[in-house]
């Protein structure tokens, strides 16, 4: 395929349905059924809910950690742990340094209130902690919580025709940040405190992402020593996981620019600021990007609704679009590839790991 019939696809994409302006639509009141179904659902567009339709208790009692802590005074949950805030991201690979590996965080149990602590202690600069379990880790784990917030979201569910499959609870410190990934659920992502910073991109713009087939590993916590150790998973697994960090170091801007030039010199990705008390929707199989900015306490908390995408038509074009061979392939990157021209192989949501949005 040419550069030229991709760049023709991402600008009529944008002038046809999403705009000419690095901007998603803001509601301040929330869509009927109706409306969500025609103008955003159907067509797998985001928009951003403002902050005046979200009345949950949440909004004030979460602000307060001794009731978070006395009402959860019982729970035990999944806290993740990484050496940089990076999970379920490249890192380089542990014994071939010029290369890499997709690496899943250190997952332990542990009680609510040790948990905060460890999100918020002062050993973030070498353990970043973050309360991110997923596959309905709310109601599972965070159940005391649950009559704080709304079960579903009801114009969402009445549109859908059905309720959320999963409902996850998110707590974070600063350093917390997701690479760029895509889910197969259509995501409400409601902010409660602090403030979540995403970067979007249609799924028209797959390969942007340069999708590559990666080694698995997963992080090693030593309680005694304080220290990680990266392992590669035993018997071998290949992820398929986006190649592109939208915000580079400056020591590494100009290598990463050239190798993904059609991530960094095409379309502007829609970048937006979800605060306190609004809602986003984050369409099925949008690319995203996540980075936070905590409250007054250093926590960044959100709920999220994964509801069941439709294996539609629009899914069937997305899975032979990305079939399709890139134009440019990377020059680093591409030495851990068991297929130059791979896919992010997926035939049902199951297929791919499933990790959301921080």
């Known amino acids: ?73 019982s729970s035990t949950v999944s806290l993740h742990r990484t050496p940089t805030g990076h999970a379920d991201a490249l890192t380089p690979h542990p014994s071939t340094p010029n290369s890499y590996c997709f690496a899943s965080a250190d997952v332990t149990r ?38 704080d917030c709304d079960s579903d979201v009801p114009w969402a569910t009445e549109a859908i025709g059905g309720g959320p499959e999963a409902v996850n609870l998110w707590i974070g410190n600063e350093l917390s940040e997701t690479w760029f990934h895509k889910d197969h659920y259509e995501n409400l992502y409601a902010v409660v405190t602090g403030e979540k910073h995403f970067v979007l991109l249609p799924p028209t713009d797959v390969h942007r992402m340069y999708v590559r087939e990666y080694p698995a590993a997963h992080y090693n916590y030593n309680e005694e020593t304080g220290e990680f150790k990266l392992e590669l998973e035993n018997p071998p697994r290949h992820v398929p996981w986006c190649s592109v960090n939208p915000y580079p170091s400056p020591e590494n801007q100009e290598k990463e620019m050239s190798e993904f030039p059609l991530y960094f010199n095409g379309p502007k990705p829609f970048e937006v600021t979800v605060k306190a008390g609004e809602i986003l929707y984050l369409p099925s199989m949008w690319f995203h990007h996540v980075r936070q900015t905590p409250d007054s306490r250093g926590l960044t908390i959100a709920v999220n609704y994964w509801y069941d995408m439709q294996f539609d038509i629009k899914y069937a074009y997305f899975n032979f679009l990305q079939s399709l061979p890139a ?29 959301s949005c921080v």
């Open 1 to 73: 395929m040419e550069v030229s019939n991709l760049q023709n696809l991402w600008e009529e994409v944008r002038e046809l349905t999403l705009g000419s302006t690095p901007e998603i639509d803001r509601l301040h009141t929330p869509p009927t059924p109706l409306h969500f179904l025609r103008h955003y659902l159907s067509q797998n567009k985001p928009f951003i809910l403002s902050a005046s339709t979200l009345p949950w208790p949440a909004t004030t009692l979460w602000s307060s950690t001794s009731y978070l802590l006395r009402t959860l005074s």
């Open 110 to 147: 542990t009680s609510f209130a040790d948990a905060v602590d460890a999100v918020t202690g002062s050993c973030k600069e070498s353990c970043v902690a973050y309360l991110q379990q997923q596959n309905d880790c709310f109601r599972e784990e965070y159940g005391a919580l649950s009559g």
């Open 327 to 355: 134009p440019q392939e990377p020059t680093s990157h591409n030495n851990l590839l068991t297929n130059e021209n791979a896919s992010d192989g997926e035939d049902k949501q199951r297929e791919e790991p499933v990790f």
